[in-house]
């Protein structure tokens, strides 16, 4: 940590005073979890009774409160990757983390950046924004800043190449799969996003579950001690995935903060902290400094963020049940209260929610049926119009996939308030209109459907869905990552039925990712083809603001392939190593989506198989535009600085007895089984206290050389505060270019600036700079904007390990896609 970093000099100060006053147990007490259901959250941290201080609430989750009621249900991230809108993603999550705070949520787990996207097929893809980092990290940085601008710590996840569900845990005898990242793709690609996030100020980064570089996520030195805390400056704390700690002092000296939910197994209470971290300290295993700087991040997060000791909100719900009244620690049924206040924290988000979802869905076919106008006949078709016949709730975390996809499933999920149907939505805006309704609501009803869309002046809007998720659910043989690219229940079949003989279809996918569409999506009475994404509670309202041209539409935040293969990477399902972990070597580097695309087939969109049917950023609009007049101006030509600070020696706060007969449970406090204490149960001898046979090796014999060490340390030449060597930062480039619209009605536009690194093996363009200029009417010309840092025109010296502008020549490129592109000019 370092107390005077910039914008958390304060934080610090305040943490300084509260932490200078712990004793060791209420220090371990803040970095350890209690337990799996042993308090109201999904993981909760001991309690400091003496200082006032209620035990911090972490809940899930990316999209909204989970395990919760009276709240919100919002749009996934990947939904909302696609209105490009920075403004949008801060209201997202000023929301969300109004919602927490409301409800007595200290700490929301999310947003998420891991996975970011690699695999079309990714179980939790819709997690995170798209499958690009530079997108990624702003709607990162943009939706931290929501988050914790409303006074909850966010919890930037999942730290670092979890971009599959598949062996991300031990399973089977094996240990989890192992990302084999090397150091150029780490930085430019897949520590991106969380790099954009400590420069905004995170307060918490989840490690992830699997192995990176063969050591665990959050047993990682190198990711968590090096990149994260020393080259990214970040300030904050790491907390572990739930159960993804798999030893004790290894992990508290690679980097660990935070131990969730506590236990090793649910429920048993046996935890690599708790009392084990009290005893590691006492005996010296673990540094002082070390348990210190734990508790000192911790609650420096919670003071920046404007938590006070004084102002606490109790938390108000229970994830274990929803009635009313009952057992406040579910785990083993004690504290019999009221745990649900019914607290309704939801207030006009629902307005948010339609703008958000309604902006970023995609229209990728447009044959002049779109916007509908008062049509005389509107058949809907497909179950993914209509209502779960158990409630849009009847799935534990949405695990199922009946009716309207609005969220994927998993623990990034939250119970709707209610949820709008397309079906309910439509037939709403028919009947305001005056217009003809009827729906057919399943899949397989093929006599009654075709009966009915092969009607005179009909127009019909098929519906058609593919879900995934968290691998702890299985849903048709889906764990978590999806089996296939197709169409779930027949979607396909139904379309091209439809299709078949109706001559103005459109299409509307609710997906959490690419689909296939080869096969239909050039049908001539295919008209439109919308993609929705899982856009939350007011799912047929945000869609009928698009299918009416209510407002404008987003851009695809991802590739549409034309066949699997063309992706030219694939999810490990079967054990590749034998007996050990699994190994993914990332051989593609970074040509995944569209990197990938343009260097097999740099050609038009659907012109074969290795060129995408539909590009990264593609996205018909109701207007027309002209890019004009693109200027590049330098704006520094100051060399960079590589930092050559030297930090502070590691700080201590207090003194601590190391006699272990001092910390023996207290008798003035009630015990509860399975409950995770910092208090030993045995002070007999060290021993005796953890139960480890191998108790008494001297640290040095099994921890890293210099891991305990805490001397003052050269800063990385790269890093130096948060976000880095500020120099990074640097605006080199400001580009611009005037955009007209030349059409008849008023619109959104969405420009792109790509940019070419130059060199060998580096990708024909990379996403660069990207805004959302919202209502710009007919005529009307608007100034693009964009600035280009040294970071952004940099690449990684795994040999000076640091950022190089290089002498290859660069280019950028602006337009409406990632391959349809109007202006360019070299830098």
């Known amino acids: 940590m370092d107390p005077q970093a910039p914008g958390w000099e304060d934080a610090y100060n305040k943490a300084r005073n509260f932490v200078s006053q712990l004793t060791l147990e209420e220090k371990v007490n803040l970095t350890t979890g209690v337990g799996w259901m042993s308090e109201k959250c999904v993981g909760n941290v001991g309690s400091i009774p003496r200082m006032g201080l209620k035990s911090l609430c972490m809940q899930d989750g990316p999209l909204g409160l989970r395990f919760s009621d009276y709240n919100s249900a919002f749009p996934t991230a990947l939904t909302i990757g696609g209105h490009f809108s920075r403004h949008l993603w801060r209201d997202r999550g000023n929301a969300m983390g109004s919602e927490a705070r409301d409800k007595g949520v200290d700490v929301l787990l999310g947003p998420a950046s891991g996975p970011l996207g690699r695999f079309a097929m990714g179980g939790r893809n819709t997690e995170g924004f798209g499958s690009d980092p530079y997108l990624q990290g702003q709607a990162l940085s943009n939706t931290v800043q929501g988050i914790q601008g409303a006074g909850t710590i966010a919890c930037a996840k999942h730290y670092i190449g979890n971009e599959q569900e598949h062996f991300r ?24 996003p969380f790099q954009d996030a400590v420069k905004a100020g995170v307060g918490a980064i989840m490690c992830s579950y699997q192995q990176v570089n063969n050591s665990y996520g959050c047993s990682n030195s190198k990711t968590l001690n090096g990149l994260l805390k020393d080259e990214y400056g970040f300030q904050g704390f790491v907390m572990s995935d739930w159960q993804a700690q798999h030893s004790g002092v290894g992990t508290a000296l690679a980097g660990l903060d935070m131990t969730m939910p506590g236990d090793t197994v649910f429920n048993t209470g046996l935890s690599y902290w708790g009392a084990n971290l009290t005893v590691a300290v006492v005996n010296g295993t673990i540094p002082q400094y070390r348990v210190d700087d ?19 909100i109790e938390t108000s719900f229970s994830s274990w049940s929803r009635d009313s009244h009952g057992f406040r620690i579910a785990s083993v049924q004690e504290d019999y209260e009221q745990i649900n206040l019914g607290v309704d924290v939801r207030r006009n988000h629902a307005n948010h929610i339609r703008e958000s979802a309604a902006k970023a869905s995609v229209i990728l076919k447009n044959n002049g049926v779109l916007p509908l106008n008062k049509p005389k006949f509107i058949a809907v078709i497909g179950e993914d119009a209509g209502p779960n016949p158990k409630g849009p709730n009847g799935c534990d975390d949405r695990g199922c996939d009946d009716g309207t996809l609005a969220m994927e499933w998993g623990s990034g999920t939250s119970n709707f308030p209610y949820l709008i149907t397309p079906d309910t ?60 690219l197709t169409l779930w229940k027949n979607g396909d079949d139904l379309i091209k039925t439809v299709a078949s003989v109706n001559p103005n279809v459109v299409v509307v996918l609710h997906t959490t990712g690419a689909v296939l569409v080869k096969d239909w999506y050039n049908h001539p009475n295919i008209s439109a083809i919308v993609w929705a ?39 490990i399902y079967k054990p590749n190593n034998g007996k050990d972990a699994p190994q993914d070597a990332y051989a593609e580097g970074p040509f995944f989506d569209y990197r990938h695309f343009d260097k097999e087939d740099p050609g038009k969109p659907g012109s074969s198989d290795k060129a995408p ?71 007999s001898s060290g021993k005796d206290a953890t139960g480890d046979p191998d108790y008494g090796m001297k640290p040095e014999d099994f921890t890293p050389p210099h891991s305990r060490d805490d001397s003052a340390q050269p800063k990385h030449p790269a890093g130096g505060e948060p976000g880095g060597n500020r120099e990074l930062w640097d605006v080199i480039y400001e580009v611009t270019c005037t955009i007209t619209n030349t059409g008849k009605v008023m619109d959104d536009e969405i420009p792109q600036l790509y940019l070419s690194h130059g060199g ?50 660069k280019k950028i490129w602006i337009g409406r896609s990632s391959r349809n592109l109007v202006l360019e000019a070299s830098l």
């Open 425 to 484: 939505a439509i037939q709403n805006q028919a009947i305001k209109d005056g217009t003809r309704y009827e729906s057919v609501l399943s899949n397989y009803q093929t006599k009654a459907t075709k009966n009915l869309v092969s009607q005179p002046n009909c127009t019909a809007i098929v519906f058609a869905n593919a879900n995934s998720g968290e691998g702890y659910i299985n849903v048709d043989g889906n764990a978590g990552d999806r089996k296939n």
């Open 760 to 809: 060998k093996d580096e990708p024909v363009r990379v996403l660069r700079g990207f805004d959302r200029i919202e209502r710009i009417a007919p005529g009307q010309a608007v100034t693009f904007r964009a600035e280009l840092t040294r970071r952004d025109i940099s690449n990684w010296d795994v040999v000076t390990q640091n950022w190089v502008v290089t002498d290859a020549p």
């Open 169 to 192: 845990q031990p399973e089977n005898g094996l240990p989890s799969l192992s990302s084999n990242i090397n150091d150029k793709l780490m930085h430019e690609y897949y520590a991106w």
């Open 613 to 683: 049917i539909y590009e990264f950023g593609h996205g018909l609009s109701w207007s027309t535009f002209e890019y004009s007049n693109l200027k590049v101006v330098k704006k520094n030509d100051r060399p960079y600085t590589p930092t050559k600070r030297t930090g502070i020696p590691a700080p201590t706060f207090g003194t601590f007895s190391k006699d272990l007969k001092d910390y023996g449970f207290p008798a003035g406090i009630r015990y509860i089984r399975e409950y995770i204490y910092p208090y030993l149960n045995n002070t």
């Open 533 to 571: 994404g899982q856009p939350g509670q007011e799912s047929g309202n945000s869609l009928v603001d698009i299918l009416y041209g209510k407002t404008s539409p987003g851009r695809s935040p991802f590739t549409w392939g034309a066949t699997t293969e063309s992706y030219g990477n694939g999810i």
């Open 294 to 312: 734990m508790a000192m991040r911790i609650m420096a997060a919670y003071f920046k963020v404007g938590k006070t000791i004084e102002n606490q």
